[in-house]
């Protein structure tokens, strides 16, 4: 099977696994399976660089930290902890603040800024009906103007799960 070295799935291996990932896979059910863990791994990846840059900024300003001897288990741990934590945190305070809304402003006022914010969901629903519209007619054209088909990863895989044998894959760029 060929599968493009600037594909999204390459791509997402390269940026989680290393540059040299694609060059060390040569079969399609161990890469297929890399994929799905590397795309499970992005969010917890973004929040634990988060976390980073926000320590990097803050020893910028001349703060230090002090030094703990752990593993990167015990670290990783440490940061998805601190990350659900700000998270529910957050979510929280935003609680606390209607909460503090109504009180201050009474029902009335909360129920108008409620009203703008069901106006605004109702704007992104109306635009994603138009995108989907739009999308929807570029589907019709495609359709009346085929091009060149490509083999899906997915479907490969699932072939490849039904013949009970994984293809070769080599890369093309």
């Known amino acids: 099977m060929k599968l493009g070295k600037n594909s999204w ?7 989680i ?6 060059e060390s896979v040569d079969c399609l059910c161990p890469y ?26 803050v020893e910028n300003t001349g703060f230090t930290f002090p030094q703990l001897h752990v593993n990167r288990t015990v670290k990783r741990v440490i940061i998805g ?7 529910f945190s957050f979510v929280g305070i935003i609680a606390y603040m209607i909460g503090l809304a109504i009180i201050k402003y009474g029902i009335i006022q909360v129920l108008i800024w ?21 999308k929807e007619r570029y589907d019709n054209w495609r359709y009346d103007h085929p091009r060149e088909k490509k083999q899906n990863l997915l ?8 013949n009970k044998h994984c293809p070769l894959v080599s890369w093309v760029e």
């Open 9 to 15: 799935h390459a791509r997402v291996n390269k940026f």
């Open 17 to 22: 696994f290393g540059e040299d990932y694609l």
């Open 32 to 57: 297929f399976w890399g994929t799905i863990l590397a795309i499970v791994a992005i969010p917890l990846w973004l929040i634990g660089h988060g976390i980073s840059r926000v320590i990097d900024a």
């Open 81 to 87: 902890t601190l990350g659900y934590t700000s998270l």
């Open 114 to 134: 409620f009203g703008i914010a069901i106006g605004a969901v109702g704007l992104f629903v109306g635009l994603v009906f138009v995108i989907s519209n739009i």
């Open 155 to 162: 479907v490969a895989m699932f072939y490849a799960k039904k």
